[in-house]
């Protein structure tokens, strides 16, 4: 079992900034990477970002050069930098967190959420 609890959310204005952290815990040492995903109001849910144990990255093409992705591994944490945020960038953001089993099954972990409100 992961658990990851996600915070930094909140209402800011077009080309504001916002971080938004995720800290897993417990059963932490099969985590393979740490990402983030969103879901805007009728939208599916969609990747925005993602890093693995070897800190190789991953952007949404809507976010590059905007967002950035980083992560603590003695904390197991990942933080997601958002900078020039735009009304579109509105959503739900989830932290995700797939888990390889000793069985070589892989399980996905979510957060709660934290919605991010971007006002123009």
């Known amino acids: 079992q992961v658990q990851l609890v996600e915070s930094g959310g909140g209402l800011v204005q077009a080309g504001g900034s916002l971080r938004l952290s995720c800290a897993a815990s417990?059963?932490?040492?099969?985590?393979?990477?740490m990402g983030w995903y969103r879901q805007a109001p009728g939208k599916e849910r969609e990747l925005v970002a993602s890093i693995g144990n070897s800190g190789s990255t991953y952007y949404a093409e809507a976010v590059k050069g905007r967002f950035t992705i980083s992560r603590d591994n003695a904390k197991n944490t990942v933080y997601l930098q958002m900078n020039s945020l735009k009304s579109e960038d509105t959503a739900v953001y989830y932290c995700?967190?797939?888990?390889?089993?000793?069985?070589?099954?892989?399980?996905?972990?979510w957060g709660k959420g934290t919605l991010v409100t971007v006002s123009s």
């Open positions: 417990v059963d932490t040492f099969c985590i393979t990477a």
């Open positions: 995700h967190a797939p888990c390889l089993s000793i069985a070589s099954i892989e399980v996905d972990y």
